[in-house]
């Protein structure tokens, strides 16, 4: 499912660069979050750092003297493989290692940029961020995953203040001075045309309460069983917001159930996607068992595809070619910091 602003396949905000310090977890899951689409992105993190004199056994690299920790790179490994479907292969798992070692050695050289001129941010949007992260995944489950993790509510606030100040120092001082000209933005929209087309899709609500997928029958059988309770009130009437904010498990509870935008294709769960392109708006599902757990889902909106105009389109584009720009001249200025870093990665 995606949010109701991501009407086609141009993003809608360009990517936000993540620091590189210790807990790869937090990187990872702040990511995930904010929506980053890339490993390089999605393996930062911060935990104090180490003391310069580490054992070399327990780190896979060294940053200008500073380590990367093997157990980091390792659950950051296992985070960027957390979401493909199916076997991985040998070659698929040592890809993944070289790009986020080097994901980590990037983020770390400019985390240490951003802390060298002192780049600020406020106890306010330190509060702001935060509370954005926790809604966006959803307050337990964050709790759930920075407890499982070994993380500390202290080194979470930490990790998100660390997030700002180098996406606050990247922003400033490296990708400076983007401008798109409204020709490239028209030449762009003549020359792509099958990517101005938007696909069919449909608003949704839902009701999630979740069972894991190596859940016995018997616990995935009474979380059913209380789903199937809660689709008997909705049916006997009762406000399907109310009845989210009130049982649902999943991250849109705080917003009433509402999911956004799914897409025909799009990469939602299948039981999901066909129930709801089957069901006219306002209609209620059946209880539907995904690998998540157990949800009821309420359809909004229906949304033909078609051809999008240039007028609707040239804003996502405009901001398509500003993250391409900015992200080559990231890219520049990490080379720039690697030619000049002292950069030592241990075998193993």
């Known amino acids: 499912m995606t949010s109701a602003a991501a009407n086609f396949r141009l993003p809608s905000a360009p990517p936000r660069p993540r620091p590189a310090h210790r807990a790869a977890v937090l990187g990872c899951l702040l990511a995930l979050v904010a929506g980053c689409a890339s490993i390089v992105r999605a393996a930062a993190g911060s935990r104090p750092a180490a003391?310069?004199?580490?054992?070399?056994?327990?780190?896979?690299?060294?940053?200008?003297?500073?380590?990367?920790?093997?157990?980091?790179?390792?659950?950051?490994?296992?985070?960027?493989l957390h979401r493909r479907r199916g076997d991985i292969s040998l070659g698929d798992l040592q890809a993944a290692r070289d790009t986020v070692l080097d994901a980590l050695i990037d983020n770390e050289l400019l985390y240490q940029q951003a802390a060298g001129v002192r780049t600020a941010v406020t106890e306010a949007e330190v509060r702001a961020e935060e509370a954005r992260l926790r809604e966006g995944l959803g307050d337990a489950q964050l709790t759930d995953l920075l407890r499982d993790n070994g993380v500390s509510p202290a080194e979470f606030t930490e990790q998100v203040r660390r997030t700002l100040l180098v996406t606050r120092f990247v922003n400033d001082r490296v990708v400076t001075g983007v401008k798109v000209a409204d020709d490239d933005v028209r030449r762009y929209y003549d020359q792509n045309p099958r990517d101005m087309v938007r696909p069919d899709a449909v608003r949704i609500s839902q009701i999630m309460l979740r069972a894991a997928p190596d859940a016995t029958p018997g616990v995935r059988a009474t979380v059913r069983q209380k789903m199937e309770a809660i689709l008997q009130e909705l049916r006997a009437g009762r406000d399907f917001a109310d009845m989210a904010r009130k049982y649902s498990e999943g991250?849109?509870?705080?917003?009433?159930?509402?999911?956004?935008?799914?897409?025909?294709?799009?990469?939602?769960?299948?039981?999901?996607?066909?129930?709801?392109?089957?069901?006219?708006?306002?209609?209620?599902?059946d209880v539907l068992e995904t690998r998540m757990g157990f949800h009821v889902i309420k359809v909004m909106e229906t949304r033909p595809g078609g051809p999008i105009a240039f007028e609707e389109a040239q804003k996502a584009i405009r901001?398509?070619?500003?993250?391409?720009?900015?992200?080559?001249?990231?890219?520049?200025?990490?080379?720039?910091?690697?030619?000049?870093?002292?950069?030592?990665?241990n075998a193993g």
């Open 51 to 80: 003391a310069a004199g580490q054992p070399a056994a327990d780190a896979v690299a060294r940053v200008n003297g500073r380590p990367i920790l093997r157990r980091d790179f390792d659950l950051a490994v296992q985070l960027s």
């Open 251 to 285: 991250p849109e509870a705080v917003r009433g159930g509402d999911a956004g935008l799914m897409t025909r294709g799009g990469g939602g769960p299948p039981a999901i996607e066909e129930a709801a392109f089957g069901l006219r708006p306002g209609a209620l599902s």
């Open 319 to 345: 901001a398509r070619l500003e993250t391409t720009a900015r992200d080559a001249m990231l890219r520049d200025y990490v080379a720039g910091l690697r030619q000049k870093a002292q950069i030592v990665k």
